[in-house]
């Protein structure tokens, strides 16, 4: 049984079709606070198969343990955690609450209940400011935020409970930029309010919920000018989560392979793209052209970010395939069919 707290979110409600659709049984864990329960209904729609559900806040230790012996859970993976770059500036305790104490709690009732496998959401946000690219895991950490600081502080804790008991299964996976939806058109990511990322915005732009994307900034050193990062279609994120499960339960103990115990690992494509070029591809995608202006650049973005994906694929096997056209496509798929999200 795989315990997946956050499953219902944008990424987690993809990991559960792809652990469904695997043969694992999962339980989500979710206070719903960013998600509709709908995305479970749609995931258990798409794969045939039952998944159990149990509301409840990742900073209730007790709920996480009464939740965790309820399911036999052997490993979790853990996405629940607030992600707003912005909000996380002005709401700088709350994240820190949510995504830090939430991680804490976690970690405490998997204690408990003598689970010793745990996949981490973390994010390539914890680079801050490349120094090089592509950015390999060895790069500097120096996050610029509340939110990224937060990823790192988790991560650091991660790495101190394994070095306190080696024989625990950790798996950090730092992000890129997750986009697309799945391609039956029935789960995606859909944003409260204003989007703050790029495709999603692009997305409603595309189906008339909002006039004109803003480009932030056309004075980048970059080719076109525009910001470049490296996106990941979100199905290729999560094959990549099955991947690292595969790993860590493969790991030998016996053998002292430790180097394997807390493994660290980008889940990017290591291409970029600008946000021109993502523009192109979904107008294509969409069969209309999208308008946009050129604005000033958004406080603390940075230029280019992509990742070095070597190190997943040397140590996972694993290696993105999708192209910029698949998530555009797929996520116009999804926006298409459900133009106000999961509401109905
Ligand atoms: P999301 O907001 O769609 O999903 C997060 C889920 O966690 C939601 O269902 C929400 O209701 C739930 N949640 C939040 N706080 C909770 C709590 N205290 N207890 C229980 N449930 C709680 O976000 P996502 O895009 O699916 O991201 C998943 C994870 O990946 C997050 O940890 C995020 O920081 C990380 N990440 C996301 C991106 C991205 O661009 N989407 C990039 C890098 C890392
Ligand atoms: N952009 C626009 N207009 C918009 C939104 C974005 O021009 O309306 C531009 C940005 O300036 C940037 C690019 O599109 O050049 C991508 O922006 P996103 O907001 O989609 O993504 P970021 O790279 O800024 O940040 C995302 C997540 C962070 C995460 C980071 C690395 O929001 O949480 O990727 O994983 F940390």
Redesign the pocket.
């Known amino acids: 049984m795989i315990f997946v ?8 409600s993809h990991i559960c079709v792809e652990l469904l659709n695997a043969g694992y049984d999962v339980t989500v ?7 509709s329960p709908e995305a479970l209904v749609r995931v258990q729609q798409i794969t045939g198969r039952n998944l159990q559900v149990i509301r ?4 209730d230790r007790d709920a996480l343990i009464t939740a965790l012996q309820q399911s036999q859970t052997n490993a979790v993976i853990h ?5 707003a770059v912005g909000e996380s500036v002005s709401k700088p305790l709350n994240y820190y609450d ?1 995504n830090v104490v ?1 991680t804490l709690r976690l970690l405490e009732a998997m204690q408990v209940c003598h689970i010793r496998t745990i996949v981490f ?5 914890v680079y801050g400011d490349p120094v090089h690219l592509p950015i390999t895991e060895d790069h500097p950490l120096s996050p610029t935020n509340p939110y990224g600081r937060s ?1 790192w502080m988790i991560e650091e804790i991660l790495r101190d409970v394994y070095r306190s008991d080696p024989s625990i299964r950790i798996c950090i996976l730092r ?1 890129f ?2 986009v697309g939806a799945h391609d039956s058109g029935l789960i995606g ?1 859909d944003p409260q309010g204003i989007p703050n ?1 790029l495709v999603p915005f692009i997305a409603q732009v595309a189906v008339g919920r909002r006039e004109r994307l803003n480009i932030w900034g056309n004075d980048y050193p970059t080719p076109d000018r525009t910001g470049v990062r490296d996106y990941i279609h979100v199905v290729d994120l999560a094959i990549g989560h099955l991947q690292a499960l595969a790993v860590l339960k493969n790991i030998d103990h016996e053998r002292n392979d430790q180097s394997f115990g807390c493994m660290t690992v980008n889940l990017g494509t290591g291409q970029g793209h600008s946000v021109l070029d993502v523009i192109h591809a979904y107008e294509k995608a969409c069969g209309h052209s999208i308008p946009y202006q050129m604005a000033p650049r958004r406080s603390g973005d940075i230029a280019v970010c992509y990742a070095d994906p070597q190190f997943a694929y040397k140590i996972l096997g694993w290696k993105a395939q999708l192209s910029l056209e698949a998530m555009c496509r797929d996520s116009w798929r999804w926006q298409s069919r459900n133009p106000n999200g999961y509401q109905k």
């Open positions: 707290t956050g499953g219902a979110g944008y990424i987690g864990f979710d206070n719903f606070s960013n998600s409840g806040d990742c900073r996405f629940a955690g607030l992600k949510h939430g959401s973390s994010s390539a946000t990823k992000y930029n997750p990511e990322n």
